[in-house]
């Protein structure tokens, strides 16, 4: 089975912490997602990466960046963590960029920033 | 512009009696169709995804989906539904050309009383 995992559940910061989420998936997946879930908007893409050290801005990138160093592992941060960033983020991967391809979850992280 | 549509916030049933969950989209070329669930705190979990062929489609936990293509339509159903698959569903859309990339719907919450 393929797992993705992310390194925290939930996380409380502060306005003006930087903020790192990380996701590591274990089936050598060439994709990898990061998402934004809010009540009543569905999932927004934040950034994707379809390749090591390669990403591509999703819809709102404003206020994120990633950074794709090895294959498995994915990492969202927020330069400086604002209230409206408040959200569940969830990072999904899929075998390569085919247009059929099954996205995998992890399980999410619940960020609140006081 | 390519989107998804889920009319409906809420869809309330009885357990034992049928389900279905509506989705259309607006997509430029042929669709290709998912169905996601997420369960409480949990990230989503593929269900079925429609790519050519059969316009049924049946996937996990016993939920099928039918693609109408002059409806724009891919309504996900279920012949009896549980308590346990109350949970919230989304539909998404792999637009023609992108790399790989899901638009989602802004999900709809299936609750079920015994």
């Known amino acids: 089975d393929v797992k993705v995992t992310q390194s925290s559940r939930y996380l409380v910061k502060r306005t003006g912490e930087k903020v790192f989420l990380e996701c590591v998936q274990d089936?050598?997946?060439?994709?990898m997602f990061w998402y934004r879930q809010d009540p009543g908007l569905g999932l927004r893409l934040i950034y994707f990466?379809?390749?090591?050290?390669?990403?591509e801005k999703g819809d709102i990138p404003e206020g994120y960046s990633v950074s794709r160093e090895k294959k498995e592992r994915f990492s969202l941060i927020l330069e400086s963590a604002s209230t409206n960033q408040t959200s569940m983020y969830l990072c999904?991967?899929?075998?390569?960029?085919?247009?059929?391809?099954?996205?995998?979850f992890g399980p999410g992280t619940r960020l609140t920033v006081l | 512009a390519q989107s998804v549509a889920q009319p409906e916030d809420q869809v309330n049933v009885a357990e034992g009696n049928p389900l279905t969950v509506k989705c259309t989209y607006s997509?430029?070329?042929?669709?290709?169709l998912f169905w996601y669930v997420q369960y409480p705190n949990r990230g989503l979990q593929f269900l079925l995804k429609?790519?050519?062929?059969?316009?049924l489609v049946k996937g996990s936990y016993g939920f099928e989906a039918e693609f109408n293509k002059s409806q724009t339509s891919f309504h996900l159903k279920k012949p009896s539904a549980l308590v346990s698959d109350s949970a919230l569903y989304f539909c998404?859309?792999?637009?023609?050309?992108?790399?790989?990339?899901?638009?989602f719907g802004q999900g709809t919450t299936l609750q079920v009383k015994p």
């Open positions: 999904a991967s899929s075998p390569s960029g085919g247009v059929t391809d099954t996205q995998y």
């Open positions: 089936m050598d997946h060439e994709n």
């Open positions: 990466s379809y390749d090591v050290k390669m990403k």
């Open positions: 997509v430029s070329g042929n669709p290709y």
């Open positions: 429609y790519i050519t062929g059969d316009n």
């Open positions: 998404a859309v792999s637009p023609l050309g992108n790399t790989g990339k899901l638009i």
